[in-house]
């Protein structure tokens, strides 16, 4: 891509000078092309003026400057990029047109990051010509099994934001992805919303993601994060939502989050958070009139908790020996399972819209049957190293 800066002038000084006095120019990256002054046109050394227009170290500068000095001869100026330079044209009046071209620089660091972060996506853009304000529809992975089929899943957006050639947005819901947060994430740094919900996102949620400071909304809900809620979350200034709910969560909920100056809501339910509400966060949220929506957990002195904690892992060899709910009568629930790529949150909406007589089932056996199939799908994804019957 390549953008044009356009002045008029007759007489025009240029001054081309480099940001720090110490920088040193390889004649080898002499570059040259061409401004067109005019006949009448002459160049004249100046000193610095106000608002530059400053080009990056990974831009590329081409500019020779024709100068006739009489009908028959020119000569060439040749001017050199620096890392970082900055070029000022001084117009006197309005009689021709100076163009400036500045070429795309060569590398993208956080287009790198990002696809990095997340090597199963399969992007729909090479980062070496990404449109710098582009936004991309992301549809699947590089290996999909099986395209889901699920309402409410395979036509909910899923999409990255660029911005001036920086991440903006990454809005992944619902796609499969089954990797962990790479700590790595905190060099997105302009990035505004981080959508993970309803994945397979494992291990706990990185300390680095404190360190995103534009951050408005973050959803990781819907997966089977473990750990605690780090305190360095408190640092996200102008973060509006987080939602943390239907994980694996567990400790205490940080006081640091009453210094999110700008939270809107945060939902934390259905996870096993214990302890209390700290008090500086309950005022805070009254203070800002937003929501704290603990849901069920295992926390002191508020209602709807967990009466035990805890709770035993399932023994993983064992399921994998087990060959229950293996006849053919349970067929139709393990198929739209495996539609559902095991994410119990796709699964439950696709037979809470089909209804259970679909399935040939009462509700009490659906209930049953998914309590199996979770913990199998918990120890699949755990324990991988166990060969599972069925």
């Known amino acids: 891509m390549t953008s044009y800066l356009t002045a008029t002038q007759t007489t025009t000084s240029f001054t081309m000078t480099p940001l720090s006095s110490t920088t040193q120019v390889p004649t080898s990256i002499l570059r040259t092309t061409s401004l067109y002054m005019g006949s009448t046109s002459h160049m004249t050394s100046s000193v610095l003026r106000p608002s530059p227009i400053s080009l990056s170290a990974s831009s590329s500068i081409k500019a020779a400057t024709t100068v006739p000095e009489s009908p028959t001869t020119s000569t060439t100026v040749q001017t050199v990029p620096s890392p970082s330079i900055m070029m000022t044209p001084i117009v006197k009046d309005s009689q021709k047109a100076v163009t400036i071209q500045i070429e795309r620089p060569a590398d993208y660091p956080e287009c790198k990051i990002l696809v990095n972060s997340f090597p199963s996506v399969q992007y729909p853009f090479d980062c070496s ?15 999909q099994r099986r395209q889901r089929n699920v309402k409410g899943s395979r036509d909910e957006s899923k999409y990255v934001l660029f911005e001036n050639f920086r991440v903006k947005e990454i809005v992944l819901p619902r796609l499969g992805l089954s990797q962990i947060i790479p700590a790595s994430i905190y060099g997105l740094g302009s990035l505004n919303i981080l959508d993970l919900s309803g994945n397979q996102i494992t291990g706990g949620i990185p300390t680095t993601v404190g360190l995103l ?11 089977a994060i473990t750990g605690s809620i780090p305190p360095q979350l408190g640092k996200l200034a102008n973060l509006q939502l987080m939602d943390l709910s239907s994980n694996q969560l567990t400790g205490g909920i940080p006081p640091q989050l009453s210094q999110l100056s700008n939270l809107q809501s945060i939902t934390l339910a259905d996870n096993q958070i214990s302890g209390v509400i700290p008090p500086v966060l309950a005022a805070a949220i009254a203070a800002k009139g937003a929501s704290l929506n603990v849901g069920t957990n295992c926390l002191s002195g508020s209602a709807n908790q967990r009466t035990a904690c805890n709770r035993k892992k399932p023994d993983c060899r064992a399921i994998s020996l087990d060959d229950g709910y293996a006849d053919s009568r349970w067929t139709p629930l393990w198929n739209a399972l495996a539609v559902s790529e095991n994410d119990m949150n796709a699964f439950d909406n696709a037979v809470n819209t089909l209804g259970f007589a679909h399935f040939g089932v009462r509700e009490y056996e659906f209930q049953a049957f998914r309590y199996y199939a979770a913990r199998r799908v918990w120890c699949m994804l755990k324990h991988p190293e166990y060969v599972y019957l069925g």
């Open 213 to 223: 400071t534009n951050l408005k909304r973050l959803k990781l809900a819907g997966n």
């Open 129 to 143: 010509s990404i449109d710098p304000n582009g936004k991309y529809d992301i549809s699947k992975l590089k290996i």
